[in-house]
């Protein structure tokens, strides 16, 4: 009896064994064929069929194929190209012919999710012009930390899971020394994008978001410029101007100073009035928010009033000056006609404010113009754009007005180090950042604007950028890009604008004073600095520093800065 | 009490389906990527160096001597310890009270039931921009329901501007997520006491509170440790609601430790000091964690 | 109970449901708001639109939605994947976490260094991890699969089904388990025709609770997938515009991601509230 027993436990034991091992492969095998059955090949498929006749884009086997469903407004590039475009052109046509490019061969590039719509144009055109044998494949990311995050690690992984990443000039630094971005200064040389004469990017632009230590890594594919955004009903009102006056004694107009923009914040806010989207007006709302951008602020009107950053002989921070504190005098008397938002909620209230046209002066990208001019905008008829205000500093005895604009962020695109083929990857960015295919790519998205200087004083171009963006933010830009400077496009950028936001953002909400402020990045930003080694940093420092703009360099070298 | 233990050995298919498994999971996945954390903590790397982990020098204890002088680390220590003890104890009493009134059948129930655990259901960044969107200052918090209980004084309250202020929205979504969770664990456990107790303990005369109090609470006291010690510990990882409504502001006065090891590792790409951090973290759990587990089962 | 007390239950449990609505009420009526309205005070959307829902199927520039120029794949797939990975994973980590917990409960199985290494898993914050685990699948080439993210997943979740069950195995007589023995039953048909049923509805919690955890998780899936393998909170986090976040379609998103985990739930729900009966195993 028991040993009958045993024998069935042993049966049935091994049977459980048996049961619970195929049922684990089992499941394996149906989870991987239910993936390999929801593959994207089927999903392209269905959706190519559907887009019959809309003009084709993206056959990439991993994503859906997407049109903008508004049909293009575009002029169609004239046949004759412009030299940078026809050099890609061609260039691309001599690899293939040499055996150097397969047809079949793709390009894969890792970019965030807001520069789709630009990126399948430029593939569209890139269709239509240059080879359908060459594929172009987007990896798409939703927010831009993700993108940082990942070509770090591909950096560290070297999976070759990209050919080309479009990333912000702030992580330049860190992208080049880890390995990731690989120089192009011969590709310039052969293939030349047009980075000089009129058609070149404007300076100093051009130059500090693709050079870094010297050298040339990326190819600029977008310009952040901050410029000044304003109602312009109001300021033109003729009553609110004869009351300002009897108030301040001075006239209302665009400030060229912060000092002259502070009473207008005041005379405004204090004026309560009532916004079109019924809410209450407020004088200003500048950025001073904990996540990201209360540095852009602060930076701003530190160096208009002739900061620098870091000392150019042994990259001491020379934030905690009597630059460092007058830029949080600036933004502290600002501070009470500025809705609490602008300290605690996310860089999309700004937008939001200004678009219900609940601000008076803002700054932002140059994606608040084009928002605020949309028909659904409060502000469409109203916003009215400016070089942002300056500092007065004294420069060789004489008070000169010293107006910069941030550029913070920035796309650019850079190649792999563990491309399959640089060349290819880097002719499709030269193709897409052309003259001609820039211009379209650029018009056709929101989140990328535009850079070379042909773009806004050439007719055949200026018509175009016009209907979008509007004459005057137009000439407002441009000035602006001429006196921009460069973000912190050193190794650990991110890390250093992240430790003066949170300590511009404690001051502003008040739980720090200034000066403890100050020297709290100071202090952070120089073990930054060590552990990355000070030479190092010194050596690309001193590189960016050169790319500053003619009036700030002007300004370092009146206070022996420079 | 921990279980009924044979002291005798497991059969072997027991040992077989008790081992197997959860060894595959843990050592295949995760014991090497462990590993390959503790040894970059002892390293002075980032991947920005320009040079490969593997060839990257040893920095022995330095990284976790850099972190005992971390005033920001400190902080967000003793802050997220202060938010992890307020939420579990609130969420379980408010589970606790739950799980009673709901033991019995009524009309409803289920119902009442599926609302009263929705909130769980919810991906966590969706509720954290909930949270962000209502205690905003042009959100309803202020502009309906205080504006209800305190007239217009309410748009003076600007709740992200001041750390304790802050701090307290933080506390209000996690409960309103997380409770749902201890009433959950209890609600189930408390139902699954047998009834054949409970009817013997109705027979001799004792009130369904000191049934509750005597005899369920008691039973599932195991049970009780269990849910504190993992709500406990994901408390203390708490980070999508504080990176999307208080992004760690103002300053970094809610900056919760996941948080900050989220900067140090992510965005400033410091992993090897992010790793020292975690596993300090690490270390100071388990002691805690030990002394409370061997308070609640060992003391007899 | 008298009407008082009856009455203060009443009102408690209205008010926690009370408390529950006003959120869930919020983003349900944000999935129906233009943008506009995302940033107000007031609930009822004056203008309401389908758009929020539309976006998430139609791979379509988003023209309408301010400055919205992010074109994300439609939602379909991430739902498929999510379903998939978190599915599988949660099967495996609650009937993993069954064996172990009934090792442990019952034996010593299996050590105390595993059983603490499970805690471990939980006590670590994911961000610090990530980059381990991302160059260890690279090697493995486990990233972007489906098959990475189900192992990871029930990794890391398992410990919860190992200790819930616990508490609820350690509940079962161990003398029922001998009896059983005693008439014969073999040790396998003990583990599943008496502790299993007996445990149901911790089998039930521990896979509610894991389901959900998985569900929701955002760190690892988005570091380990590309394209092949997004999941759903990946792709929340994928709608983002010129302007920032586009909330309205996050909350449409939100809503109908937390479809699933709720209709599971009330279909469990009976296992939750199932009086077990005695002797019915022999």
Redesign the interface.
């Known amino acids: 009896m028991n040993c009958l027993k045993r024998v069935s436990e042993k049966i049935s034991r091994r049977k459980f064994l048996v049961t619970s091992i195929s049922a684990g492969v089992l499941g394996i095998i149906i989870g991987a064929a239910g993936a390999w059955l929801a593959k994207p090949e089927v999903v392209a498929e269905r959706t190519v069929t559907r887009e019959v006749t809309k003009t084709t884009t993206v056959t990439t086997t991993v994503t859906s194929t997407v049109t903008g469903v508004v049909p293009p407004p575009t002029t169609t590039p004239a046949v004759g190209f412009d030299p940078v475009t026809q050099r890609a052109i061609d260039g691309v046509k001599a690899l293939i012919a040499s055996g150097k490019a397969k047809p079949g061969d793709t390009i894969r590039i890792l970019h965030v999710a807001g520069s789709r719509a630009n990126l399948e144009k430029a593939i569209e055109l890139w269709e239509k012009y240059v080879t359908k044998d060459i594929k172009i494949e987007l990896i798409t990311l939703g927010q831009e930390p993700d993108v940082y995050t990942k070509a770090m690690q591909e950096a560290v992984t070297k999976a070759g899971t990209f050919d080309a990443v479009t990333i912000f000039s702030t992580w330049l630094g860190d992208i080049v020394e880890s390995g990731l971005a690989r120089p192009i200064d011969d590709f310039f040389s052969k293939y030349d994008p047009g980075y000089t004469g009129d058609i070149a990017p404007i300076e100093p632009l051009g130059s500090y978001t693709t050079i870094y230590k010297g050298k040339r890594y990326a190819l600029n594919f977008d310009s952040d410029v901050f410029t000044l955004s304003y109602r312009k009903d109001l300021i033109n009102d003729p009553k609110l101007k004869d009351q300002f006056r009897s108030q301040y004694g001075r006239e209302l107009k665009v400030p060229d100073t912060w000092e002259e923009l502070i009473p207008m914040a005041e005379f405004f806010t204090k004026l309560n009035l009532v916004a079109p989207s019924g809410g209450r007006v407020w004088g200003a709302y500048f950025y001073a928010e904990p996540r990201f951008a209360a540095y852009i602020t602060w930076l701003n009107i530190f160096i208009e009033a002739g900061g620098i950053l870091f000392d150019l002989k042994n990259m001491d921070p020379k934030i905690d000056g009597k630059e460092g504190k007058y830029a949080f005098d600036v933004m502290l008397r600002l501070k009470p006609y500025m809705p609490p938002e602008a300290i605690t909620a996310a860089w999309a209230d700004l937008y939001d404010k200004f678009v219900k046209g609940e601000t008076v002066f803002t700054a932002a990208w140059p994606s608040l113009s084009k928002e605020a001019h949309r028909p659904t905008s409060a502000v469409k008829d109203i916003a009215g754009s400016a070089v942002l205000p300056g500092v007065e500093v004294e420069i060789a005895g004489r008070k000169e007005i010293v107006k910069a604009a941030p550029n913070p962020v920035n796309w650019v695109a850079v190649v792999s180090n563990y491309a399959k083929n640089p060349e290819l990857t880097y002719l499709f960015f030269q193709f897409a950042t052309s003259p001609d295919i820039g211009k379209e790519v650029i018009l056709t998205g929101v989140i990328l604007d535009l850079f070379r200087k042909c773009w806004f004083t050439d007719p055949k171009y200026r018509s175009a950028f016009e209907e979008g963006y509007g004459a005057e933010f137009l000439d407002a830009y441009m000035q602006s890009l001429a006196l921009s400077f460069p973000d912190l496009i050193l190794r650990g950028g991110p890390e250093y604008a992240a430790k003066l936001t949170v300590n511009v953002n404690a001051v502003m909400a008040g739980t720090k004073d200034p000066e403890t402020a100050l020297s709290d990045t100071a202090a952070d930003w120089d073990s930054i600095t060590k552990k990355y080694g000070v030479d190092s940093q010194l050596e690309a420092w001193k590189s960016l520093a050169e790319l500053y703009p003619e009036q700030v360099k002007k300004a370092w070298k009146a206070k022996g800065y420079m | 009490m921990g279980g009924n233990r044979l002291s005798t050995k497991p059969p072997k298919l027991v040992s077989l389906l008790a081992n197997l498994p959860v060894n595959i999971l843990l050592y295949v996945t995760l014991i090497v990527p462990f590993i390959l954390m503790i040894y970059l903590a002892f390293l002075a790397w980032n991947p920005a160096a320009g040079y490969e982990w593997w060839q990257a020098p040893l920095a022995g204890l330095s990284n976790f001597a850099r972190a005992f002088s971390d005033a920001r680390f400190i902080t967000a220590l003793g802050r997220t310890v202060l938010f992890t003890l307020v939420v579990v104890m609130i969420e379980f009493s408010l589970g606790l009270v739950l799980a009673y009134l709901l033991l019995e059948e009524f009309k409803g129930k289920r119902a009442v039931l599926s609302i009263i655990i929705y909130p769980l259901m919810l991906p966590w960044v969706v509720v954290a921009l909930i949270f962000y969107l209502l205690f905003q200052d042009y959100g309803p918090v202020n502009n309906l329901f205080l504006k209800a209980l305190i007239g217009d004084a309410a748009t003076q309250m600007h709740w992200f501007l001041s750390p304790t202020t802050a701090f307290v929205t933080l506390l209000i979504a996690d409960i309103w997520q997380w409770t749902p969770f201890m009433f959950l664990i209890l609600y189930s456990g408390l139902s699954a006491v047998s009834k054949r107790l409970i009817e013997a303990a109705q027979v001799l005369g004792a009130s369904s509170r000191t049934i509750f109090w005597r005899i369920q609470l008691p039973l599932i006291r195991p049970l009780i440790i269990i849910a504190l010690v993992l709500r406990a510990l994901e408390a203390f990882k708490v980070f999508d609601i504080a990176y999307v409504m208080t992004g760690g502001g103002p300053g970094t006065s809610t900056e919760t430790l996941s948080l900050y090891i989220y900067r140090v590792a992510i965005e400033y790409h410091d992993i090897s000091y992010a790793a020292a951090l975690s596993l300090i973290i690490l270390v100071i759990l388990v002691i805690v964690i030990r002394v409370f587990i061997w308070y609640s089962f060992e003391r007899r | ?1 008298s009407i008082i007390t009856r009455a203060i ?1 009443y009102i ?2 209205g008010f ?2 009370l ?3 006003i ?2 009420a ?2 349900v009526c ?1 999935a129906f708001k233009p ?2 309205e ?6 009822l959307p004056k203008d309401p639109t389908l758009s929020n829902f539309v976006i998430l199927f139609e ?3 988003i ?1 309408g939605m ?2 919205a ?6 939602v379909t ?1 991430p739902f ?2 999510s379903i ?1 990975v978190v599915g ?1 994973s949660t ?3 609650v ?3 069954f ?2 917990a ?9 050590g105390p260094f ?1 059983l ?21 699948y ?2 493995l080439k486990l ?1 972007d ?3 990475g993210l ?3 997943y ?3 979740t ?3 089904g ?3 069950l ?6 079962v ?2 003398e029922w388990e001998e009896a059983a023995l005693l008439e ?1 039953a ?4 003990v ?1 599943f025709k008496v502790t299993l049923p007996l ?1 149901k ?2 089998l ?2 521990a896979g ?2 894991i389901f ?1 955890l998985n ?2 998780e ?1 760190l690892f899936a ?2 380990l997938t ?4 997004v999941t ?14 586009l ?1 309205g379609p ?2 449409a ?3 109908i ?2 479809l699933i ?2 209709i599971i ?2 279909i469990i ?1 009976k296992h ?2 199932a ?2 009966t ?1 002797g019915m195993v022999r």
């Open positions: 109970m239950k408690f449990i926690c449901l408390w529950v609505l959120p869930v919020w983003i944000l943008y506009p995302w940033r107000v005070a007031y609930f791979p379509k520039q023209i301010m400055g120029t992010a074109i994300v794949d439609p797939r498929i994947n998939i599988f099967i495996i980590a009937f993993a976490g064996f172990t009934y090792g442990a409960s019952r034996y010593n199985t299996p595993s603490f290494f499970t805690l471990l898993t939980r006590m670590l914050p994911p961000a610090t991890f990530v980059t381990p685990i991302m160059v260890y690279s090697n990233l699969t489906h098959l189900i192992l990871l029930a990794a890391v398992v410990t919860y190992i200790w819930i616990k508490g609820f195995i350690d509940n007589p161990r014969g073999t040790h396998s048909q583990i445990v509805s911790g039930v919690v509610l609770f959900l569900w929701a955002l988005l570091v590309n394209v092949n393998a759903l909170p990946v792709h929340i986090s994928k709608y983002v515009g010129a302007v920032g976040q909330y996050q909350a998103l939100g809503i991601s937390s985990p709720l739930g009330y729900q939750l509230v009086a077990f005695f």
